[in-house]
């Protein structure tokens, strides 16, 4: 094991800060079905509410049996949220996310599965326009949340289940830190192109940027700063940035990549977004996580634009994580990649070598946190999870 002289937080804080560190940290995105999973639960015990405090203890069970790693990227405890950001979320998935154990249509042993519907018409458009999207989204709530399974509309009983993520976040967030185990993002939420794409759904979502695309851009704007502060005021509730800048704000970006999208589209539609909100929060002193799902090869120079050392670049192994490097070497941090499959179906001798190839390459002097692709698959191998954090703290990055 490579002789360690920094705490956790420390190292975390090197890898973000691109300052040299004793060894490359190492963060799985984990949720509670693998943790579950090992301990023979099925998955649709993980994504039943009923048993979250049963899946948090699992993390915890896992984090000690199988040996400790640097941070979390998130709790698992809970995300804290105000009213509008549990509307938010409530509006983007609701009761078109399918659960196992919940929908005979869904296999007990998957997991959840997303239903593409609409619950935005054209119209909406202009609405958004003129009142901005929190008014819009109070005004439209009964309309949207109409067969939603747990949603209710009284206002006292919005604000409590705020007020009850706010204070799981805070129990779970102690949890780790008295572990000296950092959580690296506390509120989680996606860019206003990703809302828009989830419920107006991607094929119509992307109709509309060629058939009215000043509309579109127009809600955009009007979208942006309601969902920016909002994710401000959530922090805020649960005590706001450490002095280091974390816990700081995950931002899953996914439908706007070039996987889906040509440059022009990304320009207008996608890249002043995320950029006006990574900027709001590192002004306020926040370290955003840059959650990005699906391939971001193409995007990757546009990140140079966001305040350096301010961000981490989460990828999930569809993004060429080398390049990304090449890219970002002087100005991000990179977070990731093992792939799902290599997680769940390679050898630990398989896992091994991915980890020391990436740590090689970009986790060479610093600014690598090693992760999973995206969260650990429920069917993750213990072996080859153990061979990941092992590797971490055994194998010692090259240096220039």
């Not at 599965?113 to 929190?134: A, C, F, H, K």
């Not at 889906?260 to 590192?282: D, G, Q, S």
């Amino acid at each position: 094991m490579i002789k360690e002289t920094m705490t956790k937080e420390e190292r975390i804080l090197a890898a973000i800060n691109l300052e040299p560190y004793d060894r490359v940290p190492v963060a799985p995105h984990i949720n509670s079905d693998f943790a579950l999973c090992r301990k023979g639960r099925p998955t649709s015990v993980a994504f039943n509410p009923a048993f979250a405090e049963e899946g948090f203890q699992a993390i915890i069970d896992l984090f000690d049996e199988v040996g400790e790693w640097d941070a979390q990227t998130l709790s698992r405890g809970g995300t804290p949220a105000t009213p509008n950001m549990l509307r938010l979320l409530a509006l983007g998935y609701g009761d078109r996310m399918k659960y196992p154990g919940q929908d005979s249509r869904i296999s007990p042993e998957t997991s959840p599965q997303y239903e593409e519907r609409e619950m935005m018409s054209v119209d909406d458009y202009e609405e958004i326009i003129n009142l901005g999207w929190d008014r819009f989204l109070e005004k439209n709530l009964e309309r949207f949340s109409r067969g939603m399974s747990g949603v209710t509309l009284d206002e006292t009983a919005w604000s409590l289940a705020a007020k009850g993520s706010i204070d799981r976040y805070i129990r779970a967030r102690e949890t780790w830190h008295q572990r000296g185990t950092p959580v690296i993002a506390g509120v989680l939420l996606a860019d206003p192109q990703m809302v828009l794409s989830l419920i107006r759904t991607l094929p119509q979502f992307t109709l509309d940027m060629y058939r009215r695309p000043d509309k579109v851009k127009a809600a955009l704007d009007a979208m942006v700063d309601d969902i920016a502060q909002g994710a401000l005021e959530s922090m805020k509730a649960a005590g706001g940035p450490s002095p280091t800048g974390i816990p700081g704000i995950m931002i899953s970006c996914e439908r706007g990549s070039g996987q889906y999208y040509n440059l022009k589209l990304f320009e207008r539609f996608v890249w002043p977004y995320i950029k006006r909100m990574v900027e709001l929060w590192a002004a306020e002193g926040y370290v955003t996580t840059l959650h990005f799902d699906t391939d971001w090869t193409l995007n990757l120079p546009y990140l140079l634009e966001l305040p350096p050392k301010m961000c981490i670049c989460e990828l999930d192994s569809t993004t060429n994580i080398f390049k990304a490097k090449e890219i970002l070497k002087d100005h991000m941090c990179i977070m990731g990649d093992v792939p799902p499959a290599l997680s769940a179906y390679g050898t630990p001798e398989e896992m091994e070598a991915y980890c020391k190839k990436v740590i090689d390459v970009v986790g060479k002097d610093t600014g690598f946190i090693l992760s999973t692709g995206c969260s650990v698959p429920p069917d993750t191998k213990d072996e080859n999870y153990k061979m990941m954090i092992d590797t971490a703290k055994n194998y010692p990055p090259p240096r220039s």
